[in-house]
T-cell receptor, first 108, second 116 residues
Framework: RKEVEQDPGPFNVPEGATVAFNCTYS??????FFWYRQDCRKEPKLLMS???SGNEDGRFTAQLNRASQYISLLIRDSKLSDSATYLC?????????FGAGTILRVKS | EPEVTQTPSHQVTQMGQEVILRCVPI?????FYWYRQILGQKVEFLVS????????KSEIFDDQFSVERPDGSNFTLKIRSTKLEDSAMYFC??????????????FGPGTRLTVL
């Protein structure tokens, strides 16, 4: 079983749409959880940390369910500039463990 | 805003040659990391470094790899004898702490290594 599993997509959505990404992780020892964004051939950039209580940053909402080892990201009112690969990331001891990413394409 | 920097942005080398990839982490960070991403694949952990020693390494990080913090600002990754399969994007990252609420890692722009 993959350590961090994501639907690869691509998700093709119109501008203004709401889109949701899901992620599961296999190791219950994981302590911290993040969504990173990666543009083509660029470095991963932190989008937001994910907490059990859920957290929101503008149009982005992230949720964590530790019991089911499930993480989600909701993007509302999608913009063309949201087009990227979204990486679900968990920590294990000292390192980040990355999912393979979900591709989002927002079209006008 | 402080950022992680990496040089060179692109390195082309012949198989069997040694390469050194350089990174300047964010100045007050204490934890340093190397990751790699083969084209079309996921980002993979290579090694973490704290207090002038390796704290964790993956199975990818074999005897051909080494890391060093030669002075107070630079953090380097050396590949002793490159192989074709070492071709990848290598990302350096740094963080203020590890394993807690402030354990966010910030990534440099990467060095694209091409082994011919």
């Amino acid at each position: 079983r993959k350590e961090v599993e994501q639907d690869p997509g691509p998700f093709n959505v119109p501008e203004g749409a709401t889109v949701a990404f899901n992620c599961t992780y296999s190791n219950s020892a994981s302590q911290s959880f993040f969504w990173y964004r990666q543009d083509c051939r660029k470095e991963p950039k932190l989008l937001m940390s994910v907490y059990s209580s859920g957290n929101e940053d503008g149009r982005f909402t992230a949720q964590l369910n530790r019991a089911s080892q499930y993480i989600s990201l909701l993007i509302r009112d999608s913009k063309l500039s949201d087009s990227a690969t979204y990486l679900c990331v968990v920590t294990l001891a000292d390192k980040l463990v990355f999912g393979a990413g979900t591709i989002l394409r927002v079209k006008s | 805003e402080p950022e992680v920097t990496q040089t060179p942005s692109h390195q082309v080398t012949q198989m069997g040659q040694e390469v050194i990839l350089r990174c300047v982490p964010i100045s007050n960070h204490l934890y340093f990391y190397w990751y790699r991403q083969i084209l079309g694949q996921k980002v993979e952990f290579l090694v973490s470094f704290y207090n002038n020693e390796i704290s964790e390494k993956s199975e990818i990080f074999d005897d051909q790899f080494s890391v060093e913090r030669p002075d107070g600002s630079n953090f380097t990754l050396k590949i002793r004898s490159t192989k074709l399969e070492d071709s990848a994007m290598y990302f350096c990252a740094s963080g203020l702490s590890s394993g807690g609420a402030e354990d966010t890692q910030y990534f440099g722009p990467g060095t694209r290594l091409t082994v011919l």
